[in-house]
């Protein structure tokens, strides 16, 4: 039986290189695409040697020729933190729109599976929480944000189009909070932001008043659900990621403990439109895909401050 081929847009980043390893170990030939705006070549550079591994340092906003047809394709290309979108908001809504599609019309063409990374902020600020796949949202969309919320619901809704019009195998994730090895220190993010603070004994930004809310789940989880939807008969969306609530002033004393930073707190000013509750129901994952998280909050952290020890530090 020959090797399956799984294309990865967006393969180099933070979750996308973790995506490439999970296939690779499943015995997948592997082509990672990425035009590194926001991927790190160092977070593939392990593979690189590997004959089924193949880099293509390209955008999906162009149309992509493989010289082997995949079998799936799993689209994460797109600047995914808010300091990335904020700053790269055309390069942002192009692939939602461009990207997407251009990926859809090669997963037709090849007639591979389909699955996309979408997004919690599908559901803005939400007004009702936890959130479920059936909730609609609460979205700006004209606020700083849209270029990221929107071209997600954009993406979303392509993605479907396509599998009601040409019965494309599509599926689509909505992805909560993850946070693990291989974040950039300078994405923008809480959980890099705050461990980064906590090492050099700075004090530690939390913005507002630190009650809004997020849910965390360790890469490991998230790229096991992923994993599982792709394989699944289902089509989505699903919700992946971790149920436990947490506010932003539990996150940073967790952090300073793990660290034993004995920095203070400085407080800024909430970014506009910045959710103030995320919680997924993950009912339809543990239903469908027999999918939860493992990785409890401390572990997962400990695990994450000794890589940034080790990369940053």
């Not at 955008?59 to 990335?84: E, G, M, R, Y």
Request: charged content about 25%.
């Amino acid at each position: 039986m020959s090797e399956l081929t799984a294309l990865v847009s967006g393969g180099a980043g933070f979750l996308g290189s973790h995506l490439c390893d999970l296939l690779l170990s499943r015995g997948y030939r592997v082509v990672c695409l990425d035009n590194l705006i926001t991927g790190k070549e160092a977070n593939i550079k392990h593979n690189l040697s590997d004959r089924r591994f193949t880099f293509m340092h390209r955008d999906t906003c162009q149309p992509v020729k493989l010289k082997n047809k995949p079998d799936i394709i799993f689209h994460l290309a797109s600047p995914a933190s808010p300091i990335d979108y904020l700053k790269l908001p055309i390069e942002t809504m192009k692939a939602g729109s461009f990207g997407t599609f251009n990926m859809l019309e090669l997963a037709r063409l090849s007639k591979a599976k389909f699955l996309i990374a979408s997004t919690s902020e599908v559901y803005g600020d939400p007004l009702q929480n936890p959130q479920q796949e059936t909730y609609w949202g609460n979205v700006n969309p004209v606020g700083p944000r849209s270029v990221y919320d929107e071209s997600k619901r954009f993406s979303e809704a392509l993605t479907v189009a396509y599998n009601r019009n040409y019965s494309l195998d599509t599926k689509i994730v909505r992805i909560f909070n993850t946070y693990g090895p291989r974040m950039r220190k300078d994405d923008g993010r809480v959980v890099p932001t705050l461990i980064i603070q906590a090492l050099k004994n700075e004090p530690m930004t939390i913005f507002g008043d630190g009650l809004q809310t997020r849910s965390f789940c360790y890469v490991s989880d998230l790229i096991d659900g992923i994993w599982r939807m792709s394989q699944s008969t289902g089509h989505g969306p699903v919700n992946i990621g971790n149920p436990v609530e947490i506010n932003m002033l539990e996150m940073a004393e967790r952090i300073k403990k793990i660290t034993g930073c004995s920095g203070g707190v400085v407080y800024k000013p909430l970014p506009q439109d910045d959710p103030r509750l995320r919680q997924p129901d993950i009912s339809r994952a543990r239903t469908l895909l027999g999918w939860k998280p493992e990785v409890d909050l401390d572990s997962g952290l400990a695990k994450t401050v000794e890589w940034f020890k080790q990369n940053y530090i």
